[in-house]
């Protein structure tokens, strides 16, 4: 278990997921209203970062692997950021 930690650790990361899961399933069950995707969308991120640093490795990475990893991210805000503007823009009377 060298290069993935001890299975404590692997555990202790698996139950984090899983109660993130549950805080999900526990989410859909209430109407937010139009905060419904934006609840869920940051509950997946927050997985998907949990996923990305342990078991793709990026804890153990130098600063340009960072940026290589963090990068599609920043595209993904400008690329929503910009359909929000777009949308909010087109005003219907």
Do not use: C
């Not at 993935?4 to 692997?10: C, N, R």
């Not at 209430?30 to 342990?54: E, R, T």
């Amino acid at each position: 278990m060298d290069n993935h930690g001890s299975y404590k650790s692997l555990i202790n990361i698996w139950l984090f997921l899983m109660f993130l899961t549950v805080i999900t399933v526990g989410a859909a069950q209430f109407d937010f209203g139009i905060l419904n995707v934006p609840i869920a969308l940051f509950i997946a991120s927050i997985k998907a970062g949990v996923v990305a640093y342990h078991f793709m490795h990026l804890k153990h990475e130098d600063g340009l692997t960072w940026i290589y990893a963090t990068y599609p991210i920043f595209l993904l805000f400008l690329l929503i950021s910009f359909t929000a503007t777009d949308m909010f823009s087109r005003v219907i009377n």
